[in-house]
């Protein structure tokens, strides 16, 4: 299916209180952003990413207005880029890559139309859980949600339970959402959530104001084989007082989100978008704490597939690629 990018002539009737005016038409070009769950960080930072793009874009007289829509994350939403169903996405590093090159979840349906605009900031894998669970090896027997199975937070924690010596027949899988998850915790209906987003995270916020929760380390040798099989990922450490109760730093890792969009893209839309967002970093600064990590200087870290050619000549430009 071909993107949807399309545009639209308006019409505005201009009167006065005595007669009709002229209509004039204005070009206006429609540019999607498939974002995530309103639990996670994707969607507020999406939607100021919209309204940055609407107001700072022009191309040869026509307007691009953006719109930022709740998605199911990073496995669903590289499928909508390489259906042509949206014209951009945010997608995790490791499974921009998978999706590209056929790998995990993709294997042998691998979506060769993707391509990068630029890396966005670093998402927080949060292991969260009912205090007293102060280890992964606690999970053993107790009931974890992985979101929707093939997803990248399922993939992942097959990964852990692997390097932890464990199998997904140790642990009761839940499939619930970012929101889901904090809510069967704090109704104690669940006991531990594995959540990938930039932190603080709207869900766990929440959670952590009415709950008491626990975050749970993820270090030491088994996730040192972790890192050497998902090389996407590094050790990261999540500063105490990121949640209410949480007091001490906790160690954990982090995989780097992507911006990325497809082939079909136009080479002036591509350039436009990247432009408004990397010399717009203050403003998403101020929806969330992770638009401070948004930087052009970090805009190709983590980016394994192909640029899109917009995007690389607004790159060049800055002098990023010679």
């Given at each position: 299916m071909k993107t949807k990018l399309k545009t639209l002539l308006i019409s505005a009737a201009l009167s006065t209180g005595l007669a009709a005016g002229v209509a004039q038409a204005q070009e206006r070009v429609f540019f999607g952003i498939a974002t995530g769950g309103?639990?996670?960080?994707?969607?507020?930072?999406?939607?100021?990413?919209?309204?940055?793009?609407?107001?700072?874009?022009?191309?040869?007289?026509?307007?691009?207005?953006?719109?930022?829509?709740?998605?199911?994350?990073?496995?669903?939403n590289a499928g909508l880029l390489g259906r042509g169903s949206i014209e951009s996405a945010f997608v995790a590093a490791d499974v921009l890559d998978a999706a590209y090159n056929g790998k995990n979840q993709f294997k042998g349906k691998e979506i060769k139309n993707l391509r990068?605009?630029?890396a966005l900031y670093p998402?927080?894998?949060?292991?969260?859980?009912?205090?007293?669970?102060?280890?992964?090896?606690?999970?053993?027997?107790?009931?974890?949600?992985?979101?929707?199975?093939?997803?990248?937070?399922?993939?992942?924690?097959?990964?852990?339970?692997?390097?932890?010596?464990?199998?997904r027949?140790?642990?009761?899988?839940?499939?619930?959402?970012?929101?889901?998850?904090?809510?069967?915790?704090?109704?104690?209906n669940l006991d531990a959530s594995l959540i990938?987003?930039?932190?603080?995270?709207?869900?766990?916020v929440e959670l952590s104001n009415g709950h008491d929760i626990s975050i749970v380390p993820l270090t030491g040798a088994p996730v040192k084989k972790l890192l050497e099989k998902q090389p996407y990922y590094a050790q990261t450490t999540l500063p105490a007082g990121t949640y209410k109760g949480v007091d001490k730093d906790v160690e954990t890792i982090a995989v780097r989100?992507?911006?990325?969009?497809?082939?079909?893209?136009?080479?002036?839309?591509?350039?436009?978008v990247t432009k408004a967002l990397y010399e717009n970093t203050d403003t998403l600064a101020k929806v969330h704490v992770k638009g401070k990590e948004i930087s052009v200087q970090t805009a190709l870290e983590s980016v394994s597939i192909p640029l899109h050619p917009g995007a690389e000549r607004y790159y060049r430009e800055k002098g990023l690629i010679k």
């Open positions: 309103t639990g996670g960080t994707y969607y507020p930072l999406g939607g100021m990413l919209a309204q940055v793009i609407s107001n700072n874009s022009e191309l040869q007289g026509k307007k691009i207005s953006a719109t930022a829509e709740t998605g199911n994350a990073s496995v669903a990068a605009l630029g998402e927080t894998v949060q292991l969260v859980a009912q205090p007293g669970i102060n280890n992964f090896a606690d999970l053993k027997g107790r009931s974890i949600s992985s979101g929707s199975p093939g997803s990248g937070q399922w993939q992942l924690l097959g990964d852990l339970l692997s390097a932890y010596d464990m199998s027949d140790d642990i009761k899988e839940d499939y619930s959402s970012f929101s889901q998850s904090a809510e069967k915790i704090k109704d104690g990938t987003a930039g932190s603080p995270t709207a869900s766990i989100a992507i911006w990325a969009t497809h082939t079909d893209l136009p080479e002036d839309i591509a350039y436009a």
